[in-house]
């Protein structure tokens, strides 16, 4: 079973350390560089207008790319899952894992990422800012899931094939769910829901989901998931696997 997860938007690398030393580098290094070049040549406007930011955030990411090294400087470099700080990532307890979990982790988790394309838990990164769905000017690309879809599916493909794997989780967002090829393609999904019971009505809480995620995660890694029919047993911040409203292609979890 391997589980897709998308990257997030804040990052902390204040602290440099994680108890695992064998580390990876990044599997699509040339793409990167292409990448970080344009967005190295954008202008300040041009930024404000691609992310929908204002000043602060805008000079923040001009400034990530003026000092992007590509990995080259060691200095700057953390594990994906020790650099991720978003909602998802607070409910990931890394710190606490043991070498054991981790291995576990890197074994199952796909992150998907703008920049990088995929990562492991363990894969190599430096401080970047880069959303799936930003459209960079990479001409009939449009956005950066068409400019990744046939790298990313094709990796995921051969993972799968190379580890004998059948079960694909999705617990990444849309945006980054979009950058893989559901329709010309083997992968086969199980998506996974969080929703809220308000009333009579269901309803995705985007923090909630993102928290839920996060903690799916984490039970994923230490309970040592290896079949989705074992998903059914999350329980995590309340939630309660819904069988009426689920299917082979959808799991759904309510509180």
């Known amino acids: 079973m391997k589980i897709l997860l998308n990257s ?41 207008k691609i992310t929908k930011t204002g000043d602060k955030l805008a000079s923040d990411i001009m400034k990530i790319y003026k000092e992007f090294t590509c990995g080259k400087n060691k200095a700057r470099l953390k594990p994906a899952l020790f650099a991720f700080s978003g ?12 070498k054991e979990d981790i291995e576990a982790a890197e074994k199952k988790i796909i992150i998907l990422s703008g920049l990088y394309g995929a990562l492991t838990p363990l894969t190599l990164i430096e401080p970047y800012r880069l959303e799936m769905g930003w459209d960079i000017g990479l001409g009939n690309y449009k956005k950066l899931s068409r400019f990744w879809k046939k790298d990313l599916t094709s990796l995921i493909e051969d993972i799968l094939k190379k580890d004998n794997e059948k079960t694909l989780i999705n ?34 809480v985007a923090v909630y989901s993102k928290k839920a ?29 819904d069988e009426k409203l689920s299917d082979d292609q959808s799991f759904y979890f309510v509180r």
């Open 213 to 241: 995620r996060g903690k799916m995660i984490d039970f994923i890694v230490k309970e040592r998931v290896d079949n989705k029919e074992d998903l059914k047993e999350f329980n995590g911040l309340g939630y309660v696997f």
């Open 87 to 98: 909602d998802v990532y607070k409910e990931i307890d890394a710190k606490s894992y043991t």
């Open 171 to 204: 617990l990444a967002s849309k945006e980054y769910r979009d950058a893989l090829d559901t329709k010309d393609s083997n992968l086969s999904f199980t998506d996974i829901y969080f929703k809220e019971k308000k009333e009579s009505e269901l309803k995705t």
């Open 8 to 48: 997030s938007k804040t990052m902390d690398f204040g602290r440099k350390e994680f108890s695992v030393k064998v580390c990876k580098d990044p599997v699509f290094k040339e793409n990167i560089s292409f990448l970080s070049e344009i967005l190295k040549d954008l202008s300040f406007d041009q930024i404000k």
